[in-house]
């Protein structure tokens, strides 16, 4: 089986469950992806690894031909029953290239980006080419309906192609409430996430700057990949500035999300990008901490206004910062229990046995990939319904 995305860092940190229990289940898995950090750990688990060029950002035909061509070409090196894909340009390309072998697949949407933030002649030739790519295909998952009917409004995929995917799956015994004091001596809200303008981090310093003025003790953190790929990145230039002004603190990337949110108090995605579901928002709801969001597509999935955080509007940096104050002047008993309220939604609904599940379920039934013998393997794997 191929699992393909834009990232070898995503593969290792969104589909670790995914992947482990494939290979207990005897499969043979190829990752194909750009080489990065993550790559060898991959190859550590026991996946075969095939490192290929990709300019997930770029818009130049040459260089998408020659990614569909790498592909092309491993899926002639590697006798693969099944492909599984990740992000825009795998989604597509991997498609494609599968299809030229006669490979079966499966096509996860794991968002739409900033193509569909921004609506530019970009997205026209995108939304073609998924439509070209995706329909002939048996599979689609998104994972949120928005997505999803989208997708269909704009006919890219047919209706009986798709299906819901409650998000990549949070594993709740890694990301389980800490035992942090009942009220911190310093309450500390947490940013984290790609540094590009649509995930909110520019809103969330003016946000801090406006919260800082009337309360000089709280500390705002963040911490994340800095995108100098992106369009509208920020630099780390600006979060310098931030930091010599005194209104947050920029943390640098991180293996282990989890220790860092047992530090903080509530965790603020100010999100205006066409997420799927934020993975930080499910960590965070995971260790039964506050959030604060957008009302934005994939992000009023998780986060509630009112029952485990606060939404506000998108791009409202005075409405951010009010709902940051809201937060503080909640009683500490209250704030737990909107944690306890979140940690329950992904109890629920988002916990990574049941999207293992999922997939594995799928794979056997319409695909026929994963011998009925192997159920022994997923003894882990609780059947829950989706709510």
Same mark, same amino acid.
């Given at each position: 089986?191929?699992?393909?995305s834009?990232?070898?860092?995503?593969i290792?940190?969104f589909r670790?469950?995914?992947?482990?229990?494939?290979?207990?289940?005897?499969?043979?898995?190829?990752?194909?992806?750009?080489?990065?950090?993550?790559?060898?750990?991959?190859?550590?688990?026991?996946?075969?690894?095939e490192?290929?060029?990709l300019d997930?950002?770029?818009?130049?035909?040459?260089?998408?031909?020659?990614?569909?061509?790498q592909?092309?070409?491993?899926?002639?090196?590697?006798?693969?029953?099944?492909?599984?894909?990740?992000?825009?340009?795998?989604?597509?390309?991997?498609?494609?290239?599968?299809?030229?072998h006669g490979?079966?697949?499966?096509?996860?949407?794991?968002g739409l980006?900033?193509l569909f933030?921004?609506?530019s002649?970009?997205?026209v030739v995108?939304?073609?080419?998924y439509?070209?790519?995706?329909r002939p295909?048996?599979k689609?998952?998104? !994972?949120?309906q928005?997505?999803?009917?989208?997708f269909l409004?704009?006919k +890219?995929? $047919?209706a009986?192609?798709?299906? /819901? =995917?409650?998000?990549e799956?949070?594993?709740?015994q890694?990301?389980?409430?800490?035992?942090?004091?009942?009220?911190?001596?310093?309450?500390?809200?947490?940013?984290?996430?790609?540094?590009?303008?649509?995930?909110?981090?520019?809103?969330?310093?003016?946000?801090?700057?406006?919260?800082?003025?009337?309360h000089?003790?709280v500390?705002?953190?963040?911490?994340?990949?800095?995108?100098s790929?992106?369009p509208?990145?920020?630099s780390r230039?600006?979060?310098?500035?931030?930091e010599?002004?005194?209104?947050l603190?920029?943390?640098?990337?991180t293996?282990d999300?989890a220790?860092?949110?047992?530090r903080?108090?509530?965790?603020?995605?100010?999100?205006?990008?066409?997420?799927?579901?934020?993975?930080?928002?499910?960590?965070?709801?995971?260790?039964? !901490?506050?959030?604060?969001?957008?009302?934005?597509?994939?992000?009023?999935d +998780?986060? $509630?206004?009112n029952?485990?955080? /606060? =939404?506000?509007?998108?791009?409202?940096?005075?409405?951010?910062?009010?709902?940051?104050?809201?937060?503080?002047?909640?009683?500490?008993?209250k704030?737990?229990?909107?944690g306890r309220r979140?940690?329950?939604?992904v109890?629920h609904?988002?916990?990574e046995a049941?999207?293992?599940?999922?997939?594995?379920t799928?794979?056997e039934?319409?695909f026929?990939?994963?011998?009925?013998?192997?159920?022994?393997?997923?003894?882990?794997?609780?059947?829950?319904?989706?709510?």
């Open positions: 089986m191929a699992l393909l834009n990232t070898s860092w995503s290792y940190n670790a469950g995914l992947i482990k229990q494939l290979l207990r289940s005897g499969v043979r898995v190829v990752v194909i992806a750009p080489q990065d950090a993550y790559s060898d750990r991959l190859r550590e688990w026991g996946c075969s690894f490192a290929v060029q997930q950002y770029g818009t130049n035909p040459l260089q998408d031909l020659r990614y569909f061509r592909l092309a070409s491993i899926f002639g090196k590697y006798p693969i029953n099944f492909v599984i894909t990740y992000t825009i340009k795998p989604n597509i390309y991997g498609h494609l290239a599968a299809r030229l490979i079966p697949g499966l096509a996860v949407v794991t980006g900033h933030t921004a609506v002649w970009k997205t995108a939304r073609l080419l439509r070209f790519a995706l295909r048996r689609v998952w998104f !994972l949120n928005e997505d999803r009917q989208l409004d704009y +890219i995929v $047919r009986a192609q798709t299906d /819901y =995917l409650p998000s799956g949070i594993d709740d890694v990301f389980a409430p800490s035992k942090k004091p009942v009220e911190p001596t310093i309450f500390t809200f947490l940013f984290a996430g790609r540094l590009m303008d649509e995930k909110g981090v520019r809103d969330f310093a003016a946000a801090a700057r406006l919260v800082k003025s009337q000089p003790q500390q705002f953190e963040i911490l994340g990949f800095i995108e790929g992106f509208h990145a920020v230039q600006e979060l310098q500035e931030w010599d002004e005194g209104i603190r920029y943390l640098g990337e293996d999300m220790q860092h949110l047992n903080v108090q509530c965790v603020v995605l100010p999100s205006y990008y066409r997420e799927g579901v934020p993975r930080i928002l499910l960590e965070a709801a995971s260790m039964e !901490l506050p959030v604060i969001s957008t009302d934005n597509v994939g992000c009023r +998780i986060a $509630r206004h029952y485990n955080g /606060y =939404l506000c509007a998108k791009r409202d940096v005075q409405g951010l910062a009010h709902c940051m104050e809201q937060m503080l002047q909640l009683p500490p008993e704030r737990q229990a909107m979140g940690r329950n939604l109890l609904n988002f916990q049941l999207v293992v599940n999922r997939y594995l799928v794979l039934q319409h026929s990939i994963i011998p009925r013998a192997s159920q022994e393997a997923l003894a882990p794997i609780v059947q829950m319904e989706i709510k």
